[in-house]
């Protein structure tokens, strides 16, 4: 399992983001509850997870579902459960692989809720186990990557 301090030391995703995630921070610094502040969440949840860091993906997909109006959950939740299976916290319901087309879908999946319980205590660590304090970390992080 990768920690927040092989984040902070390693990761580095690609300027080529800069265009999705500058206008994601703006939005959720703006209005953080906001329908568009989900949308926003699940921005930086793809880029993260497209950059090879699941973990900081979930982190976020979490935080942002617990303060999150109605509006587009359902990418949020999708976000989470590829995160899930990526990690390995979740796995596939029935054999065979899992086309990207299908996340989301009810029943999909089945989560490993003890695995996932003691994996998040382990991440929020540095965070005094605060889920907010790591979801404002991790922002703080992309918005450190991408200062010019």
Same mark, same amino acid.
């Given at each position: 399992?990768?920690?927040?301090?092989?984040?902070?030391?390693?990761?580095?995703?690609?300027?080529?983001?800069?265009?999705?995630?500058?206008?994601?921070?703006?939005?959720?610094?703006?209005?953080?509850?906001?329908?568009?502040?989900?949308?926003?969440?699940?921005?930086?949840?793809?880029?993260?997870?497209?950059?090879?860091?699941?973990?900081? #993906? !979930?982190?976020?997909? &979490?935080?942002?579902?617990?303060?999150?109006?109605? /509006? %587009?959950? $359902? *990418?949020? +939740? @999708?976000?989470?459960?590829?995160?899930?299976?990526?990690?390995?916290?979740?796995?596939?319901?029935?054999?065979?692989?899992?086309?990207?087309?299908?996340?989301?879908?009810?029943?999909?999946?089945?989560?490993?809720?003890? #695995? !996932?319980?003691?994996? &998040?205590?382990?991440?929020?660590?540095?965070?005094? /186990? %605060?889920? $907010? *304090?790591? +979801? @404002?970390?991790?922002?703080?992080?992309?918005?450190?990557?991408?200062?010019?």
């Amino acid at each position: 399992m990768r920690s927040w301090d092989h984040f902070v030391a390693h990761w580095h995703p690609s300027k080529g983001w800069a265009s999705t995630v500058i206008p994601a921070v703006e939005t959720i610094e703006r209005d953080p509850t906001s329908v568009e502040a989900t949308t926003a969440w699940c921005d930086i949840a793809m880029m993260l997870g497209d950059t090879k860091a699941s973990e900081l #993906a !979930l982190i976020v997909c &979490l935080h942002a579902a617990t303060g999150s109006p109605q /509006g %587009n959950v $359902a *990418r949020l +939740a @999708a976000h989470r459960e590829l995160c899930l299976l990526d990690l390995g916290l979740a796995h596939a319901t029935r054999p065979g692989p899992v086309l990207l087309a299908e996340i989301g879908a009810p029943g999909l999946t089945q989560t490993d809720d003890p #695995a !996932l319980e003691t994996w &998040l205590a382990e991440q929020l660590t540095p965070f005094e /186990g %605060n889920l $907010a *304090r790591a +979801a @404002a970390a991790i922002l703080a992080l992309v918005v450190a990557r991408f200062e010019p």
